[in-house]
Each structure stands twice: as structure tokens, then as C-alpha cells.
């Protein structure tokens, strides 16, 4: 039994300090990697690219920017002391001084970690100071952590004395005999006043006029505080029930419940009043169907309204909806006539105003052109950009939250010195952000379509948001979704051209998938380039154009054998989500550009369910609420919907008369 064991305790040293030596070895490498890029980029412009392009953490990537320029001459011994990424990282950042001695040290044979580093520096600290400065830090210190413990005793009494008088405030009914009232006013105004003193000494005193407490934004840490104090004081002085009522503000309803004792009270106690919460013994199902409460959303460069629809759908309702082009903002006015759609130019709008209404999100389809692999690549010095102007907007309103949808060239090593500025200022208006890579075709979107977002909550809630799941087995294809459109006009082609599709099979990272996608759908009309044109016709279809209807059976019989059906406006809409009812203002240049320019409607509802989960803590069954919105395999769609007729001229909203499209 003794050698069984002694050999497998061997087996497993020689194992893991074999991969112990490759992951010293690969990290070496990633710091040569890092190394070449410094040729090229500066050290923030490959921060940037490390963290964007490369999903790595920003410490890390700190960190492998350091290694060759501090420990490139001690490489070969740090590899053969197998050293691990936390104490590599130690000693990148570490001073010179430490540094050398630590690495002496691992020299001689010790076994260092990351406190022994901590020491080291320590003691260096130490041996520079007089005696005298080492007393001064050492009381300094001591009366730091006595502050601190008293801080804590003191929000621990504020605890306690918060939950008795809410608990007083639980039994309190105004309506009770007039001694049993008398006696509850009175051990409710002791246990305010008793309060009172130990909030002062915890958080400070907050003697600020009521209407100047409500006009500070929602997300402001000082509200919940000063409107604490206000409770406790007004309940301290008996300015509570009969004709005071049981709220601050009793102006309207909802003034009444966001203001009364117990709302105001409960976020500076741990203790939950039961007749403000659920007491919930067991983890409830998630939610099938969205809460009749709304959320509200902000929206820049709205465009056609995808990602408009998707939020639609996800529970939120838009305050206002900013485009600058005139025939995406008619369409938009013309699906959704009470939509408030801003038509006009975001670098000119001021959004501070915004910021006192408390916006739950704020979402934007910034423009993606500057950084389309299919275009120039100007980046910051296309003048269609407004990468900035969205980190302006977030600085301005300080929603609760926030996502930008972007393509995928944006992450391109050229672009790493804006992307970097973009990304500091959101995090420099105190948000979290999270890169997050969405495929269409993951739910139910007939279209490679591959979309970045930035997602952005505050520090202390971006631990809540959870990344939308994916739905691979809804995978479509171009037949199950354009059949019907396919065969409108007579073609009778139509149904083995989509069967052919379904049937296509495609290998992905080796893996057979059984039906054909569309390219991604893009906003020119037509003049389709070689590569576009040879990609699409690999499909079965003729990308030259946008047709003006469904092909007809002369139109097939003319091209013979090797005849391509072209899209219409109205398949190019489907392919992205859109709902046949949905109709566009504009001729075929406008109409083609604003289908393409749009984020699939699911995609919208999928990343709006993930934000408002993170916000409100409700957990959804995406898959129950994703489903209505997508053309999964099988699903039958209707036979008679006529081609999308675009208007030719743009004539205004007014005097413009929908389409019925489905």
C-alpha cells in the first residue's frame, strides 16, 4: 500500500512540475509577444489591444508589459524556478531594490510567493526610516485602525437601532385606539431619537431641504442617506401619522411610496421588513413572461429601430430615440407614431439634463464604418465617427447602465489608441466595462452577423450581469426563411432552391453544420465587390442588386440552369429580424442602408433582458421570451406578403401612408 502511494506521489510531482514548467515557459513567450508589439504601439495603445482584442485582464496586461523590461536578464532562471503568473506579476511591479533581492534569493534555492515579496519591500521601507518615522507611521497606523473599527461599531448600532424602528413602524396603525396609538408614537419618536445620534456619528449629519434630497439623480450614493436622515428626524420629532401621514412627500402616490418611513429607512439596516420584500425561502423559476414594470432607455443612432425593437420587447420604453438621418428617424415615427424620435446631429445635443430623470440604460449603435474590415479603416479620422460622443453621453446622464454595438474591426490593433481613450472615460465616469462578442446566428438569424458590445454597469454592479445564452439548435438557414418570399412572384424553383439550402452542409473549427447562412447583410444598395459577389453566389444568390420583386419563373427561365435569385428590400429586412410589418421610408439607397446598418431585433432583446436582469435582479427563461421574436426551423410564416415598395421621395410622416406589409 506504501509503495502504491509513493508512486503515485511521485507520478503526480514529475506531472505537475512538468506543466508548472510549460505555463512558466508560456508566459515568457506571451511577454515576448507583447515585446513585438511595442514596436509597433505604444504601451497604452497595447494595453488596449490586450485587453480588447485579446479578452485579457487589464492587470495582466500591465503586467506582461513590464516582464522583459524588468526581468528580460533573469528569464532563464525565473523559467527554471517554474515561477507562476501571480508572483511573476509581484515581481514586474515591484521596485528595484526588491526586486534584486527576491530574485537572489529564488537564486539560492528559496521557494518565494507573492507575501515573501510583500516582506521584502517591507522591510526595505523600514530600514530607510529613522526611528523616530517609524513610530509616527506605526501610531499612525494604530489610530487608522481604531478609527475604522469605531466606524464599524457605529454602522453596526445604526443597524440594529434602524431595524427596531422598523419593526415599531411594522406594528404602528394609525387607525388603533387612541392610548394603544399614543404609546406606539411615543416608542417610536424614543427609538428615532435614540438613533438619530448614532447615524450623525456613522455617516454625518444630512440637513438638507426635502425637494432638494428628490432632485438628486437615483444613482447618487448621498440620496439614500439624506433621505434616511430626513426619515429618522421627522419620526424623531412625531411629524409622523394622522395628518402627517406616513411619507415625507405625500404629493402624489408615488411620492408617497418612495418616500414613506419604511423605503427610506430599510437601505441603512441589514434587516429585512417583510412588508417591503418577499421573504423568499427557495430559488424562484426564472420569468417566462416580462414584469409589467418598464424600464426606460435612451437610444443614440437609433437607425431603423432593431435594437429599438428588441428593448421594445425586453420590457424597457424609450425616453428618447436620437437619429440623424432623416428617412431612419420617418421610419421609425412611422411604425411607432408615440415614440419621441430626436431627429438631428448627438454632437450637438447636451444630455445633462437627462441625468436627474434617472436613466435605467442608455444604448447606442454608434457608427461603424470607420472600423468596418469592408471599408477605409479612418477610424478616428472618419468624420462619421462618434465613438467619443458616446462616452460624452454616458458622462452626462450617468445612466445605470449602458451598451454600444459595434463590429469587430473596431478591435483592430490600429484602432487601440481611441478604443483606449473610449474605454477610459467610461471607466473614468465610474463604470465597469465588459466586451462581450454576439453571433446572430445563435439565435435563430439566418446571417454570419458578428457584433461587439461594450456593456457598462457600475463597479458594483457589474458583478450581477450575466452574458445573454446562446441558442445554437435554433440555428436557421436562408432557405427556411426566405421560401415563402422566394416563391411570391410564380417562381416555381423557389421550393428546391430553399431545400437546397437547408441541405447545404458547412465545416466551423470541425464541425459539420447543416444548413447555409447569408452573408453579412450591409447597407450599399448594389456594386457589390468581386469577393462579396463570389461569397454570395456560393449561397445561391445574386448580391449585384437589391430586385425590385421576387423572381419570377421568366426571370428563371432566362437565366437558365445557373440562374441567382436576388434579394429584395423585404428579404434583406428579414434576414436581419425585422418583422414583415415593419415598414421603411426612403428609396432603395436609404432602405437598403438602413436594413443594413441594423442590429437584429432579437439581439437587442437578448442583451436588454441580461441589463435588466443585472439591474433588477429578476432571472429570465430566455428561452421561453427569445422565442417569439425569431424564425426558428419549421415555423410557419405567412404565404401573401407583397415586396417592400420604398418611396422614392422622402415626403415627411405626415403625409406618408403605411405599407401593410403582413
Known amino acids: 500500500m506504501t509503495d502504491l502511494r509513493n508512486e503515485a506521489l511521485s507520478k503526480a510531482k514529475k506531472a505537475i512540475r512538468t506543466l508548472q514548467k510549460q505555463m512558466s515557459d508560456r508566459l515568457f513567450r506571451m511577454a515576448d509577444e507583447v515585446e513585438g508589439l511595442l514596436e509597433h504601439l505604444s504601451p497604452k495603445e497595447v494595453a488596449t489591444f490586450l485587453h480588447a482584442g485579446c479578452e485579457m485582464d487589464v492587470a495582466e496586461a500591465s503586467t506582461f508589459l ?18 507562476q503568473f501571480p508572483l511573476l506579476r509581484a515581481l514586474a511591479t515591484a521596485d528595484d531594490e526588491t526586486r534584486s533581492e527576491a530574485i537572489s534569493r529564488i537564486a539560492g534555492g528559496a521557494t518565494l510567493g507573492t507575501r ?7 522591510n526595505f521601507r523600514n530600514r530607510k526610516m529613522t526611528f523616530a518615522e517609524q513610530s509616527v507611521t506605526s501610531a499612525f497606523k494604530s489610530s487608522a485602525r481604531l478609527a475604522r473599527r469605531r466606524a464599524v461599531n457605529a454602522s453596526r448600532n445604526v443597524d440594529k437601532g434602524a431595524a427596531e424602528l422598523l419593526s415599531l413602524l411594522q406594528a404602528y396603525r394609525p387607525k388603533m385606539t387612541d392610548e394603544r396609538r ?13 438613533l438619530l445620534p448614532d447615524f450623525v456619528s456613522a455617516y454625518g449629519t444630512y440637513d438638507i431641504p426635502l425637494v432638494d434630497i428628490l432632485r438628486m439623480p437615483m444613482h447618487v450614493s448621498e440620496r439614500p442617506l439624506a433621505l434616511a436622515y430626513a426619515a429618522i428626524d421627522a419620526l424623531a420629532e412625531g411629524r409622523f401619522g394622522r395628518d402627517f401621514g406616513m411619507a415625507l412627500d405625500r404629493s402624489s402616490l408615488e411620492a408617497r411610496w418612495s418616500t414613506n418611513f419604511h423605503e427610506c429607512i430599510q437601505p441603512i439596516t441589514s434587516t429585512v421588513s417583510p412588508d417591503m420584500f418577499d421573504i423568499v425561502t427557495k430559488e424562484r423559476p426564472p420569468l417566462t413572461s416580462l414584469p409589467t414594470q418598464k424600464l426606460n432607455v435612451i437610444e443614440l443612432c437609433a ?20 437619429e440623424f438621418d432623416r428617412h431612419a428617424a420617418a421610419t421609425l415615427r412611422l411604425n411607432r407614431p408615440l415614440w419621441n424620435v430626436v431627429e438631428g446631429d448627438i454632437r450637438q445635443v447636451d444630455f445633462t439634463p437627462y441625468r436627474s430623470a434617472g436613466v435605467d440604460l442608455l444604448v447606442g449603435g454608434l457608427p461603424c464604418q ?45 484602432h487601440a489608441d481611441h478604443l483606449g481613450n473610449f474605454l477610459k472615460q467610461l471607466k473614468k465616469s465610474g463604470y465597469a466595462v465588459q466586451i462581450i462578442r454576439m453571433e446572430a446566428e445563435e439565435y435563430g438569424v439566418a446571417q454570419e452577423r458578428t457584433r461587439m458590445l461594450f456593456v457598462g454597469l457600475r463597479q458594483g454592479a457589474m458583478g450581477a450581469f450575466r452574458t445573454p445564452p446562446t441558442f445554437p439548435q435554433w440555428r436557421s438557414n436562408l432557405g427556411d426563411v426566405l421560401e415563402d418570399l422566394m416563391g411570391a412572384n410564380g417562381w416555381t424553383g423557389a421550393k428546391d432552391w430553399a431545400e437546397a439550402r437547408r441541405n447545404d452542409v458547412i465545416v466551423r473549427n470541425g464541425v459539420e453544420l447543416r444548413g447555409v447562412l447569408a452573408s453579412t447583410v450591409v447597407g450599399r444598395k448594389g456594386g457589390s465587390r468581386e469577393k462579396e459577389a463570389a461569397r454570395w453566389a456560393r449561397k445561391g444568390i445574386d448580391i449585384a442588386t437589391v430586385a425590385d420583386a421576387a423572381p419570377t419563373q421568366e426571370e428563371a427561365d432566362k ?7 436576388q434579394l429584395t428590400l423585404r428579404m434583406r429586412a428579414r434576414l436581419q429580424g425585422f418583422p414583415d410589418y415593419w415598414d421603411f421610408v426612403g428609396g432603395k439607397d436609404a432602405t437598403a442602408r438602413q436594413v443594413g446598418n441594423a442590429v437584429p431585433p432579437v439581439i437587442g432583446q437578448a442583451i436588454g433582458l441580461a441589463v435588466r436582469g443585472a439591474l433588477t435582479g429578476k432571472r429570465f427563461d430566455y428561452s421561453a421570451l ?20 420604398p418611396v422614392d421621395k422622402f415626403t415627411g410622416v405626415d403625409s406618408f401612408a403605411p405599407h401593410v406589409v403582413a
Open 303 to 322: 437607425g431603423a429601430g432593431g435594437m429599438s425593437l428588441g428593448l421594445e420587447d425586453a420590457g424597457y420604453y424609450p425616453l428618447a430615440l436620437y
Open 370 to 414: 470607420p472600423y468596418s474590415i469592408d471599408g477605409k479603416g479612418l477610424g478616428k479620422d472618419d468624420p462619421r465617427d462618434l465613438l467619443l460622443e458616446g462616452a460624452r453621453a454616458v458622462r452626462e446622464i450617468l445612466p445605470r447602465a449602458f451598451v454600444f454595438e459595434n463590429v469587430t474591426g473596431l478591435l483592430n490593433a490600429r
Open 626 to 645: 427569445l422565442a417569439r421574436s425569431v424564425h426558428i426551423n419549421g415555423r410557419v410564416v405567412l404565404d401573401d406578403v407583397p415586396p417592400l415598395q
Open 182 to 194: 399614543s404609546d406606539a408614537h411615543a416608542c417610536i419618536r424614543a427609538s428615532a431619537t435614540a
Open 66 to 83: 513590464k516582464v522583459n523590461k524588468t526581468l528580460k536578464d533573469s528569464g532563464v532562471l525565473l523559467r527554471e524556478a517554474r515561477i
Open 559 to 565: 437565366g437558365g440552369a445557373g440562374f441567382l435569385p
Open 116 to 122: 515573501d515579496v510583500s516582506a521584502i519591500r517591507a
